[in-house]
């Protein structure tokens, strides 16, 4: 007799590695949660962001250090978040905050230089979303978060899957072979492990449906989740110059993808690059 598999409603292969894995896995996160109910575009975001960094020891540390170094060349001490948050910026120290709290869930160290190379993307990612979300009108907030956020599931595949995770991602630059990579070895696409591990720590469900459906430009029914979509592909060009400014034709072809102008569209990612050096480079 035929067994309905669908009827008995068995868990997906994505569950099941979780599921596999257990305690291991990062859970329920109360920081990320608090960080993205914080207060975000509201009067008292500086407060907001104030008190989520401030009830993270490892978040203090790392603002203190970022607004103490030799990048910003200040003659006098910076000695608390609210000084570190002011020095930064609201955007800067928000993605660094967030960075640190994806780095301590994961516990990845400064040694792994794959991990920190991943999030280092996916904060290109968060800023790329943001800017291109104040261009178009969209809340900053949420495409700035969904943009950090949205490589979770193969942040996830790295850490608890090295050997395997390096087959697919070392030296792989197209998102297309990435995919049919990931569901060769594991059965299941990062952005689908990244779902269920959200849900797991009760992230808001718009966040969840932008990730979700972020690979595929034709899956992306919102302004938003299309912000998403070219904001991880503007990040990776970005990386693959070194940090360095777009060459001219693919600033054309993006500006036509994004109906922006050349002029406007080389603009913003100067205002990209710059965030992201204030970030990243010091740490």
């Not at 329920?28 to 960080?35: D, E, G, L, S, T």
């Not at 790329?128 to 193969?154: M, Y």
């Not at 087959?167 to 998102?175: A, D, L, V």
């Amino acid at each position: 007799m035929k067994i309905n598999t669908e009827a008995l409603d068995l868990p997906s292969p994505a569950e099941q590695w979780l599921a596999a894995y257990g305690d291991k896995l990062p859970r329920h996160n109360p920081a990320i949660v608090a960080f993205i109910g914080g207060g975000h575009e509201h009067d008292d975001e500086l407060a907001a962001l104030e008190r989520s960094a401030s009830g993270n020891p490892s978040s203090i540390l790392r603002l203190l250090k970022v607004a103490n170094s030799p990048f910003f060349g200040l003659s006098k001490q910076i000695t608390s978040v609210k000084q570190a948050i002011t020095v930064l910026g609201f955007s800067a120290a928000s993605a660094i905050v967030l960075r640190g709290i994806i780095l301590d869930a994961f516990d990845i160290s400064s040694a792994d230089l794959m991990a920190n190379e991943l999030i280092a993307h996916s904060v290109m990612t968060g800023i790329c979303a943001k800017v291109l979300a104040e261009e178009w009108g969209e809340p900053r907030d949420i495409a700035f978060t969904i943009g950090i956020l949205h490589n979770i599931g193969k942040l996830t595949m790295l850490v608890y899957a090295r050997t395997l995770a390096e087959e697919i991602y070392r030296g792989n630059e197209r998102t297309g072979e990435e995919l049919e990579r990931e569901l060769e070895v594991f059965g299941f696409s990062h952005a689908e492990l990244g779902i269920l591990m959200l849900k797991k720590w009760h992230i808001p469900d718009t966040i969840i449906e932008a990730i979700r459906d972020y690979p595929d430009l034709a899956d992306c029914s919102t302004r938003l989740k299309r912000i998403i979509h070219h904001a991880q592909a503007i990040a990776g060009l970005l990386r693959q110059e070194g940090g360095g400014p777009l060459p001219g034709n693919t600033i054309e072809r993006l500006s036509n993808e994004l109906d922006v102008s050349g002029p406007r569209l080389h603009a913003l990612t100067h205002t990209i690059l710059r965030e992201v050096a204030i970030i990243i480079a010091p740490v």
